[in-house]
């Protein structure tokens, strides 16, 4: 899972960046994409590994990029564009950083207005995209080369996403059928991928907010975190952050809301397995089924899928062990339809 953060020069992403990775950020004006990954901080799974003991812990994680910031108002800013959009379309979801830090008395204007133009700059990149594409598919069609029914599909689509965005609307307001979906997934369109928006605030007032569903509605996750605040708490040590992090009053800690906001954004969730050997946490999409979910644990237990034996981790946390669970018939043995819920405790039965 893939998260690039983006923004405008001096947003603010590498500091963010560093804040949530723990990884030294790159000197302001560095042209190169800087790599990290962040551990999905869950509390249920600290929980299950004291219980269980393992031998190995596995955490889910999200790769994040920090993505250069560029000058969109000239030709090598635009030409420099280009390239770093190429990296962003092969990312899971779009980080947006703002500044909403300073004293600057129109800060709310400058926070609309940069959201705006971050906004059009990834429309009007897809814009570019799907237009080539259409362009390339007519001249495709007209000279009979070969997959002519493949192509015909995929320009009603690509025309009907040219609406869209001339229209100035996202690619996800287009309304697509899940056909239509995989047909152009590979073109990776910015428009299209989930976003979060996370304003870097001041240390003076960092849960400072603002409304931004005029721009772009009320699905996209907000979230306020000083970066810098927080990337300074992130070279603490333990006991230090704790006082830190009570004296500063914001109570979850800038990593915890960042990857809840990203999990949201993506419509993930996690199951967990457990045992001796390891305790491990499974992103999935909300609404997977447990035959699918199988699969990421291994595709020999997707096909020899017997039964998903679960139990819900509150539960299990309530009733103190899988003892007393099979005891008060908290055990359930699922089929391969069964909608994997956040938080299920999953041991596959299978045989291959
Ligand atoms: N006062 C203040 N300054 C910040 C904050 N976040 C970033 N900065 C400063 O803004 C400048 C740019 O930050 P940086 O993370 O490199 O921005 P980037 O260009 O988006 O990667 C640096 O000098 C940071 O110290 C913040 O929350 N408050
Ligand atoms: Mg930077």
Redesign the pocket.
């Known amino acids: 899972m893939i998260a690039a953060i983006t ?12 804040a949530v990775s723990g990884k030294t ?4 004006g560095h042209a190169e994409i800087n790599e990290a990954i962040v551990y999905v901080p869950d509390l249920r799974f600290e929980w299950l590994v004291e219980h269980y003991k393992p031998k190995k812990v596995t955490y889910a994680s999200i790769d994040c990029l ?1 993505i ?2 560029f000058d969109f108002g000239d030709d090598g800013g635009r030409s420099m564009a280009r390239k770093i959009f190429a990296r962003i379309r092969l990312a899971d979801m779009i980080v947006l ?1 703002i ?1 909403a ?2 004293q600057d008395p129109d800060i709310e204007e400058n926070v609309l207005e940069d959201l705006g133009t971050m906004r059009t700059e990834y429309l009007l990149s897809d814009l570019e995209t799907v237009y080539n594409r259409v362009e390339k598919l007519e001249k495709e069609v007209k000279k009979a080369t070969k997959f002519q029914d493949q192509k015909k599909e995929e320009l009603g689509i690509q025309r009907k996403i040219l609406e869209t965005l001339e229209a100035e609307k996202p690619v996800s307001q287009a309304r697509l059928s899940t056909r239509e979906l995989e047909v152009i997934r590979s073109l990776g369109l910015l428009t299209l991928k989930p976003m979060m928006v996370v304003l ?4 003076d007032d960092p849960s400072r907010s603002f409304d931004l569903s005029g721009i772009i509605g009320d699905d996209v996750p907000v979230i306020s ?5 927080e ?1 300074e708490l992130s070279l603490l040590d333990e006991i230090n952050r704790a006082e830190f992090i009570a004296e500063l009053g914001t109570g979850e800690s800038a990593v915890s809301s960042f990857v809840a906001s990203a999990y949201k954004a993506m419509g993930l969730i996690s199951f967990l397995t457990v045992g001796d050997d390891e305790v491990r946490a499974w992103p999935i999409k909300r609404g997977e089924i447990a035959h699918d979910a199988a699969g990421k644990v291994h595709s020999d237990i997707r096909r020899g899928f017997i039964r998903a034996e679960t139990m819900a981790y509150d539960e299990l946390r309530k009733l103190g062990s899988e003892k007393a669970m099979k005891a008060a018939g908290k055990m359930r043995l699922e089929g391969k339809d069964y909608v994997v819920q956040d938080g299920d405790i999953i041991s596959y039965r299978f045989n291959v």
């Open positions: 923004g405008i020069m001096q947003s603010g992403k590498s500091t963010l960046f560093s950020p790159a000197p302001p920090d250069p910031g950083v500044q830090y300073g870097n605030t001041d240390e975190v000083c970066s810098k605040l990337q």
